[in-house]
């Protein structure tokens, strides 16, 4: 089996250089504030609520009998603003 050739002018770097180049640095990144997370999930746990409530007793309740079909608008904001505020969750 033929053996690989090696350049002569190879040389390696020195150990000061190396040593530094591959020490791992922690990058403290904080995370997700508690109150940002139950403001995410309650928007939408009350958005989804809200939907279901206007389906299983829209007709008995009579703020949601004067919104009408403006009913979806305000369950899917909530759902829709919880959802993008998960883009912000680290």
Known sequence: M???KVSKDYRPAPATET???R???KIN???TPLWYK???FGLMVLGLAWLIVF????DKIPLMMDLGP???LVGFSGLVLGLLMTM???
């Open 38 to 40: 139950i403001l995410m």
């Open 19 to 21: 040593a530094a180049s």
């Open 2 to 4: 033929p053996k690989a």
């Open 88 to 90: 912000g969750w680290r």
């Open 29 to 31: 990144t904080g995370g």
């Open 70 to 72: 403006w009913n979806y």
């Open 55 to 58: 389906y299983v007793a829209g």
């Open 23 to 25: 020490t791992p640095v």
